[in-house]
């Protein structure tokens, strides 16, 4: 087992299935120990017992990324047993079925919903979990974002997916990039850095499987990211072969 990131504290929301465990599978791997964000406790702890199978250093948190209590409490949870965080990965993130109507026919609460968590829930645990990436000596926030998060892409006709038009999924991813914009304008003159990762169409249920790349693939880009040297890229979207446009 590689032990580059050994002494690394890492936290991924969303990771008791899909692209979230995965991460945390691929940074435990490397010696990092690895907080299992989960709404549910029993899977959270569920899938972390599958990862210290693997003599990885996993912990189970509650978190709802939609839920300042359970992001509080994850917080003090951490800061109360590492005094630091180096690296979060803000992995949440939901599709609803009613997305796939017209854009001019999506009802606004489903656009508040997906907001909720896709948005919301991204600037709440990011904004809460600061002041301990901010001591750690190179922290890295990843935000999992989306190609359809791209208004390059999304206007383009002859772009892969130019027939999904999610209103409140795309637009959501974009205002995750925003947010990774100006966060790192905000963070330029510190040792975190933070980007926003497209990990491609992924096989996972928020897409009923039918995605055509592993986890493992969908893995790449956020993982990388996440443990860039301190020279590496800030306020960035890339995929596992370089920079995606906005």
Known sequence: MSEDLKGKVA??????????????????????????GSRDIGRGEE???????????????QLDVSDQKTIDFAAKQIESEFGKLDILVNNA?????????????????????TYETNVFGVFAVTKALLPLLKKSKAGRIVNLSSGLGSLTQNSDPNYEFADFKLL??????????????????????????????????????????????????????AVRLATLPNDGSSGGFFDENGVVPW
């Open 168 to 221: 409140a999924y795309n637009s959501s991813k974009t205002a995750v990039n925003a947010i990774t914009v100006l966060l790192a304008a905000e963070l330029k003159d510190t040792p975190i850095k933070i980007n926003a990762a497209d990990p491609g169409f992924t096989a996972t249920d928020i897409n009923q499987y039918q995605g055509y790349r592993t986890v493992e693939q969908g893995a790449i880009a």
């Open 93 to 113: 993130g939901i599709i609803s079925d009613s997305d796939s109507l017209p854009p001019s026919q999506v009802d606004i609460e489903t656009l508040r919903h």
């Open 11 to 36: 936290l991924i929301t969303g990771a008791n299935k899909g692209i979230g465990y995965e991460i945390a599978r691929q940074l435990g791997s490397r010696g990092a120990t690895v907080f299992v």
């Open 47 to 61: 899938a972390a017992n599958k990862l210290r199978f693997s003599e990885i250093d996993a912990r189970t948190i």
